[in-house]
């Protein structure tokens, strides 16, 4: 690399990794904010892996062993095989792991952290979720379009000079 020159690198969040090793980046939004709804009902972090693999182990105690069905979305032949040979496993109830939450919370959970994306509930969906009623002020949201974020400006190679001008041009 040349002196100089920055560069930067996307980071995956843990919730990402999972999703990246199956080769799958959908819904991945929607399935971080089941892993953030889960770990503050729980007070702890529900899929501690320390590595993409022990996290998909994890995340299979938790959901259980996922059907034929639910595999055919993966799209990395490793992660597949990983899946299909791992222990057979009867999805737990939820009060095994969050022993106090509102049974409209773990009905939420269920369906935010489906391991099969297509089958996943969508963001408005968990708006609209029971669980939520008493604290969604509908009058006063105001819809958004959704447009992805464009991250082509992250392939740039730019000099210190460069982003300082970027930086100085913000303030």
């Not at 702890?44 to 320390?50: E, H, L, R, S, Y």
């Not at 991250?151 to 930086?167: A, C, K, V």
Request: with cysteine; net charge negative.
């Amino acid at each position: 690399m040349k002196k100089g020159k920055i560069v930067f690198f996307k980071q995956k969040t843990a919730y990402e990794i999972s999703a990246c090793l199956v080769g799958s980046e959908m819904c991945i939004r929607d399935r971080s904010v089941g892993c953030i709804f889960a770990e503050m009902l729980s007070r702890t972090v529900i899929f501690p892996g320390k590595n993409p693999l022990d996290q998909l182990d994890r995340i299979i105690v938790v959901l259980g062993t996922p059907n034929k069905e639910d595999l055919k979305f993966i799209q990395s032949e490793f992660a597949l095989t990983y899946i299909k040979n791992l222990p057979k496993r009867d999805k737990p109830d939820w009060k095994q792991f969050i022993p106090e939450a509102n049974p409209r919370a773990y009905d939420l959970l269920d369906k935010m952290l489906t391991f099969n994306p297509e089958k996943r509930i969508s963001i408005d969906e968990c708006l609209n979720h029971p669980y939520l009623e008493d604290c969604r002020n509908k009058e006063s949201e105001e819809k958004v379009d959704y447009k992805p974020f464009d991250w082509t400006f992250d392939s740039q190679n730019l000099g210190i000079e460069e982003i300082r001008q970027y930086i100085y041009n913000d303030c």
